[in-house]
């Protein structure tokens, strides 16, 4: 088989965009280079469902995160964070490195916090300016729900700023920063956006934009306040990733000719078919507030993590996900965030049938891609 | 005419690597891009000549200046950098940052530093330990005779660390870390090893790497501490930048087939015969120290820069670059770092001449390209 790719990042990237990729150089002091630039700050603006600027940084999506703590947090400021995962759990290392003062809300992985939980924290810690949270959990496939959390803890405490890791949320689940009052959204290159690792996109809101005008940043490289700047000359302070914003600017263009809203709704028809063709295999879902970024799965009794993968990398081509920290060898994941369609999920269904069946685990054949199948055909749009 | 880039970063890619680049993407955390990885780490000796570790970051040249800065220099110690331009400015900016306590030393921009200065300002300010070098500055087109300032200065100081910004140097001039007790040396992508900029190539010496090891980075996502523990097992902390490594690979085996010392002849002989070139044009060199990746060449009376420009890339598609800082509009620079050959040369002197018959400058058509063209006639190997 050939090879294909259902991991939350690098997630694959669409053929039209590899090859513009590949056209010559061009300088980034340079207008063509600043047409691009010019592209996709408008158009990231949709992604993000803002007016407000989104910063291009040249670096992964835990550049992004740094540079929100280390551009956003003065002295005396405090933070509460949520530990639900690996990716929360950068948060607290973030914070942490920074020496923000911080309370950690720990969540079983797998279940998304609430408004109430937050609020809770806050009014036992009067110094806690900032909110960071995970929209969509990738460790755990876990989606926790930003707009009502976002409007909750505002509504307590109208001052208090929200700050979202959306890296695997982008793109993949409804996101509308300026409507529900999100003060700051990171994602990365290599996910909803669908172009290689490389790019970390930071949009901050007006408020936020203030409070880093004053600040300097604790960063160099990830300075936001260098980089918006930069962004208002149409530049940034460092040599950009010239190539993948050239690709960022087509993939941009993708989104916006599907629609932000279509966008979505196939991410939620596509993780839901997911979840549809695994349980219909006896498998069990890990999360109980499912990401439409990516499907995480107990590996059932008597199936080895090892075997399993081995068999669908090796005899079919697909790459899929394992378990992170303690999932280790207990779960494993898969991937529909980005350049995928309902063919991508029957096919990796049939994929997971077929390495199950070389595990030996019992089940009715076809059970898995008929679900999924099905659940895609009642739903076309 | 078709689109020339003549800049010292970004320079041009190879096509063969543009298109390697747009292969289907890969899982980081998978044995086929480890395979990349392995490869990468094991030339990138070649091309800084050290059997120590190589660190590649996914950021710019400025991440790894600052990977460094952040990562040896502990509370308590000193140092002194060296001024001669915009990029021997950056490490004084970043080590401002950082504030760790330092001495710097301006030179005129193009007149390069010697060991002596530096020796002198160590016997006054005992609690030095590092010193930060520019090997070819690209704002002033400078080379600094790396080799004998460190022996100069580790002769009278053995304590010493010397490091290196390498940015358009490796490739460009010769360079032996491990020969000549280099310390620590940074590059980019973008210019000598001639892929699209978005990643930093940190190389660190044993005894480096034991201080790193004691220490804490200031930063997070640009640590070189957490950096080599995930080099050890042949990983990366963060998502690295997949395609650019691939590329990396790519172009380490190009320059690998061509021969470390024939690349760094070949950019000393396209240097000479572009300086040669614009001195028969009666136009005078701007650096007393040529480097061997960029020629700056004062705009002579008369000729205003916009124009100048204006025609090179408006008439004849070829990008070259204008002076920075105080030399903006004073001077122009014509790289010759990366993927180019002697016709490269030829082509761009016969450009030059072109514009400047546009601006009225006297000169006799064809006597640059002649001078460039019988120098690089007369060193054929």
């Not at 039209?16 to 280079?33: C, G, K, Y």
């Not at 969509?136 to 976002?150: L, N, P």
């Not at 081995?310 to 060898?329: H, V």
Request: proline residues 6%; hydrophobic residues 40%; contains cysteine.
């Amino acid at each position: 088989m050939r090879p294909r790719l259902f991991t939350p990042g690098p997630t694959p990237v669409p053929e039209s965009i590899q090859l513009a990729m590949a056209q010559p150089m061009i300088h980034h002091r340079n207008e063509d280079f600043q047409a691009y630039l010019t592209v996709c700050h408008d158009k990231l603006k949709l992604l993000f469902q803002t007016s407000s600027p989104v910063v291009i940084l040249s670096g992964s999506g835990t550049s992004g995160m740094e540079s929100l703590v280390s551009s956003v947090m003065p002295d005396g400021e405090e933070a509460v964070f949520v530990n639900g995962g690996k990716f929360g759990e950068r948060w607290g290392e973030l914070l942490a490195h920074y020496q923000v003062p911080h309370v950690e809300i720990t969540k079983t992985w797998g279940v998304p916090v609430t408004a109430d939980e937050i609020i809770a924290v806050i009014k036992t810690n009067p110094k806690i300016t900032t909110v960071f949270l995970t929209h969509s959990e990738t460790s755990t496939g876990t989606f926790t729900d930003i707009k009502s959390v976002t409007a909750g803890v505002k509504s307590a405490f109208p001052h208090i700023k929200v700050i979202v890791d959306g890296i695997t949320s982008v793109g993949s689940h409804e996101l509308r920063m300026d409507e529900w009052g999100i003060d700051a959204v990171v994602t990365g290159s290599q996910k909803g956006l669908m172009i290689p690792p490389g790019l970390a996109l930071v949009a901050v809101q007006q408020s936020m934009i203030e409070k880093i005008k004053t600040l300097k940043s604790k960063s160099f490289y990830l300075s936001l306040q260098d980089a918006l700047k930069s962004q208002e000359a149409n530049d940034t302070p460092w040599t950009p990733a010239v190539s993948l914003i050239i690709g960022l600017k087509y993939a941009l263009e993708l989104i916006e000719k599907e629609g932000m809203e279509a966008v979505w709704k196939r991410h939620s028809r596509l993780g839901e078919s997911v979840r549809r063709g695994v349980t219909a295999l006896g498998l069990r879902l890990f999360s109980t507030s499912p990401s439409n970024a990516v499907t995480p799965v107990y590996l059932p009794e008597g199936v080895d993590w090892k075997s399993f993968n081995g068999n669908l990398k090796k005899k079919d081509g697909i790459t899929i996900a394992g378990g992170q920290g303690p999932y280790t060898g207990k779960i494993f994941r898969i991937s529909h965030l980005g350049y995928y369609d309902d063919f991508d999920m029957i096919t990796v269904m049939a994929g997971i049938e077929r390495s199950l069946k070389s595990c030996k685990y019992p089940f009715t054949t076809g059970a898995g891609v008929a679900a999924t199948h099905q659940y895609l055909m009642e739903t076309l749009g």
